[in-house]
């Protein structure tokens, strides 16, 4: 049964896809969806000053529509020999990006990959923007060591995901909290409960804790949180 979850986006029961006509009006949805969506797209730009230099070869993971790496490449338009690459393994993400990318961004580019599977080059700076939660947790640990074999020694991963509470009483509040962000963006009761149907087995994010754990067994010594809003959560971990 297909089911409306926001922005004329119609998902089905444990089966939510970024694919087919979700492209079209996934960067409206999603700014509503996640809270401190656009100011994280800002406080990435702001830490990159500290990471990017010229020919940095730089990459986000899950790049979906291109939004964020196009700011960041923005942000660095007066570096030389940037190298801005944007992987996504959905098709209709990707040609959405293409589509979007401004000519004179001739440094960025946009790739149907596997990020789990795909062979990064040596890298000064790496952003993960709510991308790791849609990945199957066996293979998660692949990713984060392959994040820190790509980083040059000083560079940076960006890791921003929705992330469950320590214990049962504290998940209770973070999800009150979310369902009443969620309508006061808008979204009715039975939207919020359809997108919520629509994640199940999809969407499955691990603790504070847990993505630390991926980091520290990755080799990583050095992170803290930059970000928090509920159950949203942005790291910042440095080789």
């Known amino acids: 049964m297909t089911i409306r979850v926001g922005e004329g986006i119609e998902a089905e029961n444990a089966r939510w896809s ?5 492209p079209k009006t996934f960067n409206k949805h999603v700014e509503k969806s996640v809270p401190l969506y656009l100011e994280g797209h800002d406080l990435i ?8 230099h010229d020919q940095s070869t730089c990459y986000e993971l899950g790049t979906s529509t291109g939004v964020l790496l196009q700011k960041l490449a923005n942000h660095h338009l007066d ?3 940037i190298n801005w690459v944007g992987l996504d393994c959905e098709k209709s993400m990707i040609a959405k990006a293409k589509e ?3 000519s004179e ?3 960025v580019s946009f790739s149907h990959e596997d990020i789990v599977a795909y062979p990064y080059e040596k890298s000064d700076f790496m952003v993960s923007y709510y991308t790791v939660q849609f990945i199957p947790p066996y293979q998660r640990q692949d990713l984060f060591d392959k994040v820190y074999e790509s980083l040059n020694w000083g560079g940076a991963f960006l890791l921003f995901e929705k992330v469950r509470a320590a214990d049962a009483r504290f998940q209770d509040y973070m999800t009150a909290i979310y369902n009443d962000y969620k309508t006061e963006q808008g979204y009715s009761n039975d939207e919020i409960m359809a997108k919520s149907r629509s994640l199940k087995r999809v969407l499955e994010p691990f603790s504070s804790q847990g993505n630390y754990d991926f980091l520290q067994r990755a080799g990583f010594k050095d992170y803290m949180t930059v970000m928090k809003f509920a159950c949203f959560e942005g790291i910042l971990a440095i080789k």
């Open 45 to 52: 730009c702001r830490l990159s000053d500290f990471f990017v």
């Open 18 to 22: 970024f694919g087919g006509d979700t």
């Open 79 to 81: 570096r030389k020999g």
């Open 100 to 102: 979007d990318l401004p």
């Open 105 to 107: 961004l001739s440094n």
